[in-house]
């Protein structure tokens, strides 16, 4: 699926932003060959007050509404997607301050406020018959609009351990109660599955099975609100090695559990040098699962529109995810290496071990197989930059290599 999100929505961005899409990156504005789908989502800021979470209604900005939104998007052949924090109720929300009795207590008997955030925000109990209701009637109301995908944040809230309306129910089992009833109520069982699920803040094994796509690490482009306006994202390099870290750690759940989201690909000048652009265009692009624009695309630099339109780059999204990789290393402080050499595959299969690939220098060193049951290991002998291995199906070599002299020549 490719995902474009715009900043904080002002009067008529989304559809302006679709269509821009539609004339200047047609290549986006299609359904690839393996099924991946165009979105265009609208993220937070569309209820009444920013980040009035729980009062899920349009604000002043959307007086047509949000049916008519979706329509005039649908136009220009993209799906469009909406964001939420469906378990969190802000403490001056309507819904808070009608209905303190769906929401989860803490000890002292008081509706829950959660404290992982900064502002005052309790938390929807999904054990709560009414509050089941309300998930039910929103999603179903967002589903008739024409929304296909939804961004669901926050998500970790509904499995606090806290007094629910049901006392024997666990948070896990309260979060994947109330995540099923929004599944559900966007894609009826019995029913093919048109819409797309994503969730956000989420603790990931108790999701499994419910979600179609989960993001993996922390936001990338940190939103800054300045006298309620949204000014340009918090970006970075250290952003950029967090978003790595977390693909090069969970990649290997795409598809195999859900679509993996790594968050946006971004462009943006001058918070970014094109080297750093490109190299966050590269780790999204090569994540398998979700792609996602981040750009206000419409007031890029055009070197930069150019970076998210190259073609070469947006052939490789949505590609199958390859094998794990045969080479994973450990680098020692002294310049040496532990090394693991897999054959994940069904058949015999030659490997030649490259030192300089492993240990960052090409050179001389000892080889120890530490499977061996000798103490410390089987001495393989002394090497130079290379070492032929031969691995049977499924198997493993699991080396030792420390700087050594060179032998002597005879």
């Known amino acids: ?139 179903r109301s967002l589903r008739r609009d024409g929304f296909s995908y939804f961004k669901l944040d926050f998500l970790y809230g509904a499995a606090y351990e806290a007094g629910r309306h049901d006392p024997e129910v666990t948070g896990t089992q309260a979060l994947r109660l109330g995540l099923k009833r929004i599944v559900d109520a966007v894609n009826p069982p019995g029913k093919p599955e048109k819409a797309f699920v994503l969730a956000c803040g989420a603790p990931l094994m108790p999701i499994v099975g419910l979600v179609h796509g989960a993001r993996t690490g922390g936001d990338v482009g940190i939103p800054q609100i300045e006298d309620g306006k949204a000014t340009a994202p918090q970006l970075g390099f250290p952003l950029i090695l967090s978003m790595a870290r977390n693909q090069a750690a969970r990649l290997f759940l795409d598809r195999s559990l859900f679509a993996v989201d790594v968050d946006v690909a971004m462009a943006a000048s001058p918070q970014l040098t094109p080297d750093e652009a490109r190299v966050m265009i590269t780790i999204a692009a090569l994540s398998g699962g979700i792609f996602m ?57 030659p490997y030649r071990l490259n030192f300089a690939e492993a240990t960052g220098a090409g050179g001389t060193f000892a080889v120890t197989d530490l499977w061996s049951t000798r103490r410390g290991g089987r001495a393989r002998g002394v090497r130079t930059d290379t070492l032929r291995l031969t691995l049977p199906p499924h198997s493993v070599q699991l080396l030792k290599m420390k700087p050594a002299a060179a032998p002597a020549r005879p």
């Open 1 to 139: 699926m490719v995902q474009l999100v715009p900043p904080r929505p002002r009067r008529g961005d989304i559809t302006r932003h679709a269509a821009f899409l539609a004339k200047r990156m047609p290549e986006l504005v299609k359904t690839s060959a393996n099924g991946f789908r165009p979105v265009i989502q609208l993220d937070d800021g569309w209820m009444p007050r920013w980040q009035r979470w729980g009062d899920w209604v349009a604000n002043e900005f959307f007086a047509a509404g949000l049916h008519a939104l979706a329509t005039r998007v649908h136009r220009h052949r993209l799906e469009v997607g909406i964001w939420l924090a469906p378990f969190h109720v802000a403490a001056d929300s309507k819904l808070a301050e009608a209905h303190p009795d769906w929401l989860l207590k803490g000890n002292d008997g008081a509706p829950l406020v959660d404290p992982r955030l900064s502002r005052a925000y309790h938390i929807l109990d999904p054990t709560h018959p009414r509050a089941q209701r309300f998930l039910d009637d929103l999603f």
């Open 293 to 349: 624009l981040g750009d206000d695309l419409e007031t890029l630099p055009a070197d930069r529109l150019a970076l998210v339109r190259n073609p070469n780059v947006l052939g490789l999204v949505g590609g199958l995810t390859q094998e794990l990789p045969p080479l994973w290393v450990r680098r020692e402080t002294d310049g040496g290496a532990i090394v693991a050499v897999y054959n994940w595959s069904d058949a015999q299969r």
